[in-house]
């Protein structure tokens, strides 16, 4: 996004900061973020800085230790979303589930102030809740050279944008277009038409219209939608209809005013206004069908006791394996201590006001790749699976992933590689994978689940990755018989589900099959139709798969 665009994001969130919520800024430290915070002075003040590691009731208001233990009886305090202004979260890629629903329940409410969050991630796996980018119409992704740094927008008036607010009128085909390109970029979501919709009226408000225009439709869809597109739109088959004749007096009237008739013909610029603004790599290659599970991205969260990023507190009891959080164990105790005969200097603690300290960290991933090489595989597809692998582990290397390799050909599958972090050792198996023969895909899921099983034994967060053609000749039995060899693929395939083990379908036959659709369906998984694709796009989508 351009730096006039991104202030321009700004300027709109200032004209109707209750209706369009806040914004999410993607943008690492530097000189580029440092000027573009000074467009956060066209917000309401004063800014109120939040950072996820404060306590709740720094945040939410709550009892006051200090004030309590002094005077002997419960003394709330305010938290600071009950102050006006401007809310700043920083670090947001650091916000952790509990604190994200209680802020989208603040915003769902109507009780908190415009939302501005400074996300720093640096890559997938570190990024702001989507619950709350969900409830902000804007996210701006800041990836400017210094030399692309602008002047902040100082021509508006804001004042009087905001009382034109109410008075601009809004027409049925705008909402009808706004929709339309919801539904051509796969958006579900209710409120991101209601923030587009809102977003247009304020450009308007703030250009002085009062009613929309074209450029108020297309810079709203640009803002609100283009983030949220999960899809390309389908390629629409029907002709723009035949011009129709006009006389010089309806020629300059459509000049003057543009209305919903105007409006109504420019589906194609508004929808290409949402296509010119998607993120980079949002949609590279066929979109998967499908989800992955929880443990997708990096491996699955796990609670402990000893290391690990803080999480609130819990009540508990004290043993050698717990760590006591003392602050925590006062607060809960300190409402009590009148009613407890406590001693002035004193504080009586109950067993039933231990808080036991909690913290969080991510298990290991392991991605097992099964790979058909049978005869079906024809060579050229198999060598651009090895491609694709070899490619994904450069990936999994660098993350510090380990991976594991599994063939299946002929009768039978066999592990060519146990879950490794070697880089060297897996190209050398990889290379000298051999192709021919049936399709056992049944065995090729037997071997992959049994490798998936004894990662998650060891703790380990366990995703299988099987690229094949789907055609499944030879049975568990080693019988050449395509309906008992599908019958046993898809038995093995609700085994696999059962585990909550995630997986990867990448249908790499000519035409995509829907044996291969349902069975990725039978695994809970993520159905990937790559007919004729090269190495490149193999990789892409499974990294895009993984969130990585």
Known sequence: MTWERATHAIALLAVDPAGLGGIVIRARHGPVRAAFLESLSLLPSPQSRLHPMMEDDAIFGGLDLTETLRLGRFVEREGLLSRSGTMVLTMGERCDATLAARLSAQVDKGKMPPLVILDEGSDPDEATPSLLIERLAFHITLDLAVDQIGILPSDYDFAQARERLDRVRTSVDAIR?????????????????????????????????SILSSDDIETAVAFCLSHRAVKFPSPSEDEDPAPQETSPDQCEASEQ???PDQLGRLDDRVLEAAMANLPAGLLDGLQPRGTLGAGSGAGAKRKGNRRGRPRPSRPGVLSGRNRLDLIATLRSAAPWQKLRGAEAGRIKVSPSDFRIRQFEDKSDRVLIFAVDASGSAAIARLAEAKGAVELLLSEAYARRDHVSLVSFRGQAAQTLLPPTRSLVQTKR??????????TPLAAGLVEALALAETAQRQ?????????????????????????????????????????KIDTIVLDLGNRPTRDLEGLAHEMDGMYVPLPRAD???????VSSALGT
Request: glycine fraction near 12%.
């Open 535 to 541: 190495a490149r796009r193999m990789s892409s989508a």
């Open 459 to 499: 703790g380990m967060t366990p995703c299988i990755v099987l690229l094949t053609d789907g055609r499944a000749n030879i049975a568990l039995n080693g019988d050449a018989d395509r309906k008992a060899a599908a019958t046993d693929a898809a038995s093995i395939a609700r085994h696999i589900r059962s585990h």
């Open 257 to 259: 005013i543009e209305g």
């Open 429 to 438: 198996r990889l290379a000298g994978l051999p192709g021919g023969g049936g």
């Open 177 to 209: 277009q706004i929709t339309e390109v919801c539904l051509s970029l796969g958006i579900d979501s209710a409120r991101a038409p209601l923030f587009a919709l809102r977003a247009a009226r304020a450009n308007a408000a703030l250009a002085g219209r």
